[in-house]
């Protein structure tokens, strides 16, 4: 993971921010032509069903007159034609709809994980990891079927709503201006009632289908341990109360959709009947033919297949815009911004923390200054929870500070945390996540510099072992040292490691942080090490050491290189509890 700055080192962002949606459509980097071409064979599908359902009408109602059968061959003709073409036009629109949609999620996740990439990754430190999948699959997926499910339905519903009024407009004027207003009744009222019923349906099962998928998540990844603690029955418990919530957040909506569903039909039936009183006088009148009648009366029925699909258009438009806001609010809003004066903040060559005060909404750690420069190796010591953890993630800019400030190292920062992923796939791979050009040799230098050597030669193919899902067949301090090893593949400048020693026996934990050490001085990295580990600290080039301070939150109480600190009681007993364990 990358990271760069804190706010108080970019320009602000601007006073009107785009729309979500607006936004994450862009991601999709749909070309305008190809919904054109979508739109253009969908209104050739529906308006072949309106010129059946026509053609049909005054076919029938001809053919009772009895005529010469020749009068009838046309439209018998035209019949099979738009029967046929219907079919034909609708599966290629179904194609050319497809490809917009597929295409489109295509590049929105592309761009999404390079935006990620990219970004401090702020927000993505307070989303859980259930909560998280949810975004990158489903709201994606919920955003790329804005195109195919609300913008191309309304634009073929728009232009056979136009064709339908234009056919019985031409015979029956006044049918022809019943049958607009009953299309925008069932085009436009009843969207906008779905809309406003799915606008609180989707807030509520969007934190429903997240609650459910950190749910869920949680009792996969975790079975056996909650198994163990007799924990497993109440998370399932509350794993079904989710699925409630869930159910009763979708049939919250039901009666406004009800309401919108009946207001179609009841269009749909207000249109032939206004059409039937108002063609019956003209056919008496002598102004409209009888067979014009069947055709006016019976063409609205195939006229309303365009609105019908409208509000579920209108649904999705509102399920697209909450996920849109959803993936938005996980992107860093400064990465494409620019200073006041136009230009791009240029890197600097130091990550440096000046008074800066870490926690997660209480400080936990304040009044902090560092200087981390390339080829500099600093280590922070400590007890558990003195905020080391949180020290760390705040000078990757995953957590923005309380107070004081980080300087912008331009996203060359690589944190190795202690639940860093470790995916299902080779150990070669898992490397290449650092380096897509990473070797075999490569790897295997690495992982034998990290103290996995043997363990390399142990595993049956190598570097082209499979790993379990999250590493789950790998030991503790394995997966430890593959993290390691895949963060010294980087080529990134700085290193943030939290607690590589942990799960890993004296020597070896020492052996690790040594290794760590060294990568500043032989690679020329800035590398910051928070360990318990002191014995292994004689190559670094600082040691801070925090602790309680007079207040509620940590302060450093020492600093300084391993054997001037040997001096201090307190820091020389810590060390000397090592040589005893």
């Excluded at 002598?286 to 006229?303: C, D, F, H, K």
Aim: with cysteine.
């Amino acid at each position: 993971m990358s990271a760069t700055t804190t706010p108080t080192s970019r320009a602000a962002a601007p006073a009107r921010p785009e729309a979500p949606l607006r936004q994450a459509v862009r991601m999709l980097e749909v070309r305008p032509g190809r919904v054109v071409v979508a739109v253009l064979w969908g209104t050739l599908a529906l308006g072949c069903a309106v010129g059946l359902a026509a053609v049909a009408a005054w076919l029938i109602a001809r053919a009772s007159q009895m005529p010469p059968v020749l009068t009838l061959s046309v439209a018998v003709v035209s019949v099979r034609a738009f029967g046929i073409g219907r079919g034909v036009a609708r599966y290629v629109e179904r194609l050319a709809s497809h490809d917009v949609a597929l295409r489109g999620m295509t590049a929105l996740r592309t761009n999404l994980y390079t935006r990620l990439a990219d970004g401090t990754g702020e927000a993505l430190a307070r989303v859980r990891r259930g909560d998280l999948l949810a975004r990158v699959g489903a709201d994606v997926d919920a955003v790329g079927d804005v195109v195919v499910r609300a913008i191309i339905p309304a634009g073929v519903a728009a232009c056979v709503s136009l064709l339908a009024v234009g056919i019985v407009g031409a015979l029956l004027p006044a049918a022809g201006v019943a049958l607009a207003v009953c299309l925008v009744l069932a085009g436009v009222l009843a969207p906008w009632l779905s809309a406003r019923a799915s606008r609180t349906t989707e807030a509520d099962t969007a934190h429903a289908r997240a609650e459910m998928a950190s749910r869920t998540l949680e009792a996969v990844e975790g079975a056996g341990a909650l198994q163990v603690s007799g924990a497993l029955p109440a998370r399932l418990e509350a794993l079904r109360a989710t699925d409630r919530d869930l159910a009763a957040a979708t049939d919250a909506g039901a009666r406004t959709s009800a309401l919108a569903a009946a207001i179609q039909a009841g269009a749909v039936g207000l249109a032939v009947v206004a059409s039937l009183l108002l063609g019956v006088p003209a056919v008496a009148a002598g102004t409209l033919s009888a067979t014009a009648l069947a055709v006016v009366v019976l063409t609205p029925l195939a006229a309303f297949e365009g609105v019908a699909a409208l509000p579920a258009a209108a649904v999705q438009m509102e399920r697209s815009r909450r996920a849109a806001a959803r993936i938005v609010a996980l992107l860093d809003p400064r990465a494409d911004h620019e200073t006041a004066d136009g230009a791009t903040p240029a890197p600097t060559h130091e990550l440096r923390a000046s008074r800066l005060t870490v926690g997660w909404d209480v400080a936990c750690l304040r009044d902090v200054d560092l200087v981390v420069r390339p080829g500099r190796a600093l280590a922070l010591v400590g007890p558990s929870g003195v905020g080391k953890t949180t020290l760390l993630l705040s000078l990757a800019g995953l957590v923005p500070p309380l107070a004081g400030e980080v300087d912008d190292v331009a996203g060359d920062v690589v944190l190795v945390a202690e639940d860093g992923h470790v995916f299902e796939t080779t150990v070669l791979e898992n490397l290449r996540v650092a380096r897509g050009d990473v070797t075999a040799d490569d790897a295997t230098a690495v992982l034998a510099q990290v103290g996995l050597g043997g363990w390399l030669a142990g595993l049956p193919d190598g570097v082209e072992t499979m790993l379990g899902p999250d590493a789950a067949t790998v030991s503790g301090g394995e997966r430890r040292r593959l993290l390691v090893a895949r963060a010294l593949l980087s080529r990134a400048t700085y290193l943030l490691v939290d607690e590589p020693a942990e799960h890993l026996d004296a020597g070896t934990a020492d052996d690790l942080v040594r290794t760590l050490l060294a990568a500043a001085h032989e690679h020329d990295r800035g590398v910051v090490v928070a360990t318990h580990r002191l014995a292994a600290l004689g190559d670094a080039d600082e040691v801070v050491v925090l602790g309680p301070g007079p207040g509620p939150a940590a302060v450093v109480t020492a600093r300084g290189r391993h054997d001037e600190l040997l001096t201090d009681a307190t820091y020389a007993w810590a060390a000397a509890q090592e040589e005893h364990r």
